[in-house]
């Protein structure tokens, strides 16, 4: 625990605790399934050994507030500045004595004796290495007796985003206060002393003194009240929480208005937020999901929601979307405040997606936690799976498991974890320092990749069942990965089915990356025509280093056969060896295989280059014959292969040749995220028009035929109607064809955009509003920047302030660019967690993109101040400036940067340099085979 005392007890007697002893106190298993008995161990060794380590878990924290001063106070009274006082946590503690009481032994049972008295303190001080305060006894504790240790500890409010701090907004012209906490983590350690680990649960008494202009808010409900004659101010008493690990706990102290209701069960839901944003029912629509979703997680896992009240908190500034609090989830107010009016299809299913992964949490994390953070994914890889479900269950029509969990979730982590940089999902944490980096989208996205892998082969009875077993195996307690795969596999045995799901799921957690499978029809004389021969290796995108790899994984393929009128029924196929023949019925020259039906599985599929051309043959005659999915996977496997050097570069290109005739919106928006990958991999080369209009001549017709909508805000286009798919397609046309150059379709973002400076009223359909900022901010006059600028303060709508900020950064005048740059790190007028999107957002433009990588690389220092403690953040912005640097000097200048200043970055630095090296190779090896296939005649080979 590292909070900074340098008292003079630290020192008493002349004797110090040596730094090796401390450090072996806290040294990790290395395996999760070895967590709880080590550390049961550990607890057992405190209380026998000679010199013993003691911190207090809080019973009570009592915080006094005032927010006019909105700072601490020094030790005389007197207004104090607040901020962080390092590491580990702020704040001061003086630890006087323990006091031993035996009214009670462990567990709560009685003990056999009376008594009680005080126990002398040898010695204590700070750790700051491992974040711990020590305390050193003047004799061994006895087992089977109650301690009390009396600890005085008081903290400031932070500035800072993490632990205790405050945020503030303006209402009336008048800034107001607020403070909130965030302990994920490990920041509740510097709020009050604690156990600050996932394992260490305990229950919570928490108190509240304040002004009695505020609300205070915690877990539970406030259970007595009182007001002080002597001061005026409030007191509120909490009821007491269930078990429950320290970085759950919450509180928030705050003027906020809010909106209430009750689902069938009594459970009350809450939604807290700025007055205005409550009167103008911004918050309505979270507040309805809420509460279906609670009753839909209820039937699902068939346990019920343990707590009274479920409170959401829209908050201003907040370091992360939000923060699933068990009673009390904090969401930045952009993640769940909705304006109904302006709002787009893709803001509000975002932010669905946002409140359908923390209610989850309630179960998976917060009822059920991780035993240590190498496991992280098992509360987060759940949480985003579930982001799919739960949106399914609430908006069928959307069709998010089936659909855009591919293009959003597996092919997106998929290009994290081709690289060698990349990591297993279960990783070893042996420091308070090591924490940071798991959270990440290989935890995430991966950890929801290998769930749903996990479920479709399990099938959805068996795989709920399973998990009812798990949450009730484990309720207020603690869980590792193991815990999981042995309730998962006595599930398939109730059934019949003898999988060893641990022994299958250990490769694809223990070990980093996935495969890619080759099918090949056999081309041995030996065996029949109707076997195919089928590999597995280690998928990179750098070739350096697949030659010495000998990872392996139980892969469960399935196969299917078909042909230009039908497709077979698919056959699921174990391959567990590097090469594996198999038999497959009804296949003959004429037929083309196709693997990983409807994209379930957690790898690459690759073919012969004849089946290769049988399937764009099919495509390109009847793609309906492939389902949606497995277009959409056609589309991005071909891209990566190919990329990655297993695929000529003409093979991709000639698949989407068939995309004219595509009426589906999932293949469009798997292609689109392939093309802007190389878009800004070509777009400062000098054929780089040889690549748009091959990009335009594939959108013409389909954009044409798409056309614009007419719909205004307010009107039937909104995200629930049925017509969800066909309006993303259409947005997805616009924003290609705006994108790479379409003359019509530039003429219509100017026009709209003239149509709102001339008239003042802002006729664009919300759901292309991003694309026509833009286009307009890049094509017109410096004017139409202003104008944006000034539209961004004054509108009240959070979308709208997002998507007003981002066109900003899309101007081609680099003077504009550098100002919005400046103003946003040295200035109020940009909300602090949207700096680092205005970079990255200057980075990807290719006007802007040397004036980004500079300006970060000068402000390295400040950002990594700012943002360097907050998960995500600085891995965020080190991804997002670095990924399209793609010139030998670039990359040199990355070395420089990473050799000068890298400390303090984690792995983002590591994977970011292996990206622009793949950039600089890609254009070594591949760009010239790339821009000769482009001036080929269509008709030409694969080869």
Known sequence: MGLNDSSPGAMRNGRSLSDQWAESVVVRPRTTERHITVHKRLVLGFALSIVTLIIVTAVAVVLSIRFEECGGRDRDGAPGESGSRGAGGSGNMNVDRVSVTTEGGAGGRPANRPGGGAMRIHRHFPFPTNQMYVVVLHRELKPMRVYRLNVSFDAAIEDELLGFFRSSYTLHREKRYLAVTQFSPIHARKAFPCFDEPIYKATFSLTLRHDPQYTSLSNMPVDSSSLSEEDGWVTNRFARTPRMSTYYLAWAVCNFTYKETQTDSGVTIRLYARPD???????????????????????????QYSLPKLDLLAVPKHPYAAMENWGLSVFVEQKILLDAEVSSASYQMELTMVVVHEICHQWFGDLVTPVWWEDVWLKEGFAHFFEYVGTDFLFPKWNMEKQRFLTDVLHEVMLLDGLRSSHPISQEVEKATDIDRVFDWIAYKKGAALIRMLANVMGQTLFQKGLNDYLLSHMYSNAARDDLWSKLSQAMRSEGRD??????????????????????????????????????????????????NSLQWQVPLTVAVGNASSVCSESLIWINNKTETHRV???????????????????????????????IQQLHNNPEIISVGNRAGLIDDAFNLARAGYLPQGVPLQLIGYL??????????????ALYQLDKLLDRTDEYSLFSDYVLRQVASRYHQMGWPTNGPGSEGNVLQASYQTEELQRELIMLACSFGNKQCHRQAVAYISDWISSNKNRIPPNIRDIVYCTGVSLMDEDVWEFIWMKFHSTNAISEKKILLEALTCSDNTFLLNRLLNLSLTSDLVPEQDVIDVIIHVGRNPQGRNLGWKYFREKWDILNARYGEALFMNSKLIGGVTEFLNTEKELNELKEFIQSSGVGAGPALARALEIVEGNVRWHRLHRRPFYQWLRKPPSSALG
Not at 286 to 302: E, M, S, V
Not at 596 to 611: A, M, S
Not at 660 to 673: C, D, I, M, N, T
Request: hydrophobic letters at 35%; aromatic letters at 14%.
């Open 585 to 615: 019925s009804q296949m003959d020259d004429n037929t083309w295989l196709l693997g990983n039906i409807n994209q379930t599985g957690y790898f690459r599929v690759n073919y012969d280059l004849q089946n290769w051309k049988l399937l």
């Open 660 to 673: 004219p005739e595509e009426q589906s919106f999932l293949p469009w928006h798997s292609a689109s995220r």
């Open 499 to 548: 999988i060893d799901i641990g022994q299958m799921m250990d490769r694809w957690t223990l070990q980093m990356g996935y495969p890619v499978v080759t099918i090949s029809k056999n081309q041995s004389e030996q065996l029949p025509t109707h076997y195919i021969t089928v590999s597995q290796e280690h998928f990179l995108y750098g070739q350096e280093g697949r030659s010495n």
């Open 277 to 303: 944003a409550i009167s103008s029912g911004a918050g309505d629509y979270a507040l309805h999901i809420t509460k279906r979703l609670l009753g839909f997680y209820q039937d699902y896992f068939k346990v």
